[in-house]
């Protein structure tokens, strides 16, 4: 048995061929069941985002045939020139194809690094396949693996744990300065898209009062509806300004909406705690030299795409460390894989030495004539002994070579052959014999 | 050192065991079971701490605060119980360990390393018999740990704030605690220190009342204990009044801290106790 990936990303196609490759939801069920044809392909799961198409799959013949197999499928589901995306295609057998959907399911493959949303595509894709009947115990195994292994990578790596959008970052330094937003006042000067998203954000982490100050009336209003906001004239604003704790400012214009003056009157009105000023507009639209008074904290766009630039150096170390873990999981599982191989071989192999020994006392039993019960144990005994002595070897050989990952496949196949042939000549036998 | 102070070694340990673990914390995120590991370290070496300075209370008949070696026990003792006092009841106190823990473990280890001997003048035998003296070096040794952390708080602060200010976000930004958290840290022991200070003070005039006016009469000490009393008043007036906050409010800690530092220091150096 042997699992493949083949598959594009973000980093080797561009958009235009991402799109053109990707699968949409309804088709999934249909091209799933067509690529797992039983014979070359025995299980299947296809990932399909906007920045992977990847396909998944487990054969029992060489990892070539199985290769050849995704390509003819892939060109035959999308009718595309092969060397339209042949160049982009990557191909992963066993040990690299485990660890490829691992760091993918980790989002450690993802163009924001530590983003969070894959795993749940990547959950998505296996209840698809599920459903389409494409899983089989090999990729039963193998995605809950993953999840788990993406799970641990969030709670012991910091890879998710910082602000990558200058919305989140916002939010971020605004817990830096008061940690519990909850209770805080927002003031909203402009009605940007940046600036209504950034609003969203602190309204989910607890804000409650927020004012809202727009050139157009009509439209702060609007907004103040939409987040039970409070709608004030622009004008206003240097009155208003000792009330907020958290200005975000996106607005346009020529002049400063916020001046020094305006803030420093402000202060002592907020008895000096802390008031924090985000200008995301551009240009700025509060005085710059407000950041030096005291207790008065300032950032403009610039800044804050800084820190998320920081924040993606801190995830890269991050995920540095989690790639430890990804190792040690793909170890495990390759281990485990290699078990559920054996393991059903070993017992079939001892299930029919059990059955050809237990048939031919059985056989013989007749010239035994009657058995005390200390003599039927020792017969049982006897047979138990054989049988053990027999199948010692090869099991433990298979044992160590399952723990070892060497397991050859002449030997596997010898095995279950053997169990095969003594199966059918059983059968045949017991059949001439009635 | 002798077998007697391996209690106190013991201690030593332990509160550098509960460093390297907010150490760790620092670095790799605070998780239950390291939170819980410091818990068990500072519990385990407080304990210890606590059972040296009780068995030098038993052997001398008064509270061990003669010897350097017993000075710097009992403050490092007065510093590990706050410090155990503020993570109980504020989430982000851990930090604080970060500096406070080093500072445990250096007076602890000064304890150790320093003589227990004592040049007990005779007139003091009476007023270290007295029952209101215990009390009042607790009290007195518990405030100036509320100022250490208070200190610490303001420190956090204003490092916070300056990362803040120059917008460059490095280990501080990400690890310390919120400008607000330090704040609420700061208040916290600023208030407990006040109260442990004016208790203190109160339990000393008491006892001034009842001993040898010789020892104290123009005592420079006593002036210097109102004077960072009425500074302390001052600040926690405006803190808890008119909401000071911010910047000076911080820096206000700082200073009032090391003035406590030089009363506690000059107290010594002119071998008189507080």
């Known amino acids: 048995m042997t699992i493949v990936l083949v598959g594009l990303n973000h980093r080797t196609a561009p958009v235009e061929v991402r799109e053109r490759l990707a699968f949409a939801e309804e088709e999934l069920p249909q091209a799933l069941r067509q690529l797992v044809d039983g014979t070359t392909i025995t299980e299947g799961l296809i990932l399909s985002t906007c920045n992977r198409v990847e396909v998944l799959a487990v054969t029992p013949l060489a990892e070539h045939t199985a290769i050849e197999r995704i390509r003819a499928f892939l060109h035959e589901r999308r009718h595309l020139p092969p ?47 599920i459903a389409a009947g494409t899983v089989g115990k090999t990729l039963h195994l193998l995605l809950p693996r993953a999840f788990s292994v993406a799970k641990r990578v969030r709670t012991e790596t910091a890879i998710g744990t ?46 409650r009062h927020l004012l809202i100050s727009n050139r157009t009336r009509e439209r702060a209003e609007q907004l103040a509806a939409q987040f039970d906001a409070e709608a004030l004239p622009l004008e206003a604003l240097p009155i208003h300004l000792a009330r907020a704790d958290i200005v975000i400012c996106s607005v346009g214009g020529t002049d400063y909406v916020l001046q020094r003056p ?50 993606l150096e801190h995830r890269r170390y991050e995920a540095a460390r989690a790639e430890v873990l990804v190792d040690q999981a793909v170890e495990e599982c390759l281990a485990s894989l290699r078990r559920m191989e054996v393991g059903p071989v070993i017992a079939a ?80 036998s017991s059949s001439s014999s009635e | 050192m002798d077998r ?50 009780g068995r030098a209370a038993m052997q001398f008949g008064h509270v061990p605060i ?42 602890v280890l000064v ?88 208790l203190g003070i109160g339990t000393g005039i008491i006892l001034l ?3 040898d006016p010789v020892f104290w009469r123009g005592d420079p000490i006593i002036v210097l204990a109102f004077i960072t009393w009425l500074f302390y008043l001052v600040v926690v007036h405006y803190r808890l009044a008119a909401g000071w906050r911010g910047r000076r409010a911080a820096m206000l800690l700082i200073v009032g801290f090391l003035a406590t530092a030089v009363t506690f220091v000059s107290a010594r150096l002119f071998g008189h106790i507080l």
Not at chain 1, 272 to 296: C, H, K, T, Y
Request: proline share 4%; charged share 20%; net charge neutral.
């Open chain 1, 349 to 428: 192999f001892r299930r029919r030495l059990e059955e050809i020994a237990y048939s031919e006392l059985e056989r013989h039993r007749r010239y035994l004539g009657p058995l005390t019960p200390e003599q039927e144990r020792a017969l049982h005994h006897l047979l138990e002994g054989i049988i053990n002595k027999f199948a010692h070897p090869a099991i433990a050989r298979l044992h160590q070579a399952a723990r070892e990952g060497t397991v050859r496949p002449e030997e596997l196949s010898f095995l279950e052959l053997w169990g095969d042939v003594v199966e059918a000549r059983e059968r045949q």
């Open chain 2, 4 to 53: 007697t102070d391996l209690p106190l070694l013991g201690a030593l340990i332990a509160y550098l065991l509960a460093f390297l673990q907010v150490v760790v914390s620092f670095w790799w995120g605070e998780a239950r079971l390291r939170r819980w590991l410091v818990r068990l370290s500072l519990g385990a070496g407080l304990s210890m701490h606590t059972f040296w300075l």
């Open chain 2, 209 to 211: 009342h009842r001993s």
């Open chain 1, 262 to 311: 305006h803030v420093a009157a402000a202060m002592p009105a907020r008895r000096n705690r802390p008031l924090f000023l985000i200008d995301i507009s551009v240009p700025r639209m509060i005085e710059p030299s407000v950041g030096q008074l005291e207790n008065v904290f300032l950032y403009d766009i610039d800044d804050l795409e800084q820190i998320v630039r920081a924040h």
């Open chain 1, 162 to 207: 910082e602000a990558v959008s200058v919305s989140s970052v916002a939010v971020e330094l605004a817990r830096k300065i008061f940690e519990d937003l909850e209770g805080k006042t927002v003031l909203l000067i402009g009605a940007g898209k940046m600036a209504e998203l950034t609003v969203r954000h602190l309204v989910a982490t607890g804000v």
């Open chain 2, 66 to 107: 003669i010897s350097t070696q017993e000075v710097f026990a009992l403050l490092a003792w007065a510093i590990a119980v706050y410090y155990l006092l503020l993570r109980r009841t504020h989430r982000r106190a851990d930090v604080l360990g970060l500096f406070a823990l080093p500072i445990i473990a250096l007076f």
């Open chain 1, 83 to 129: 060397d339209a995306y042949e160049a982009a295609l990557y191909r992963y057998v066993d040990r690299e194809a485990v660890r490829h959907l691992f760091r993918v399911a980790a989002s450690l493959d993802s163009m924001v690094l530590g983003e969070p949303q894959i795993l749940g595509q990547v959950k998505e894709a296996y209840a698809r396949a």
């Open chain 2, 111 to 198: 304890a150790l390393v320093s003589t227990g001997f004592k040049l007990l003048p005779e007139e003091l035998e009476g007023l270290l018999r007295m029952p209101a003296l215990p009390l009042h070096i607790g009290f007195m040794m518990l405030a100036y740990a509320g100022f250490l952390l208070a200190f610490l708080a303001a420190l956090m602060y204003l490092l916070q704030e300056r990362e803040l200010k120059r917008k460059r976000f490095g280990l501080i930004y990400r690890y310390f605690p919120s400008l607000s958290a330090c704040e609420a840290l700061g208040h916290r022991s600023l208030l407990f220190g006040f109260l442990m200070l004016t």
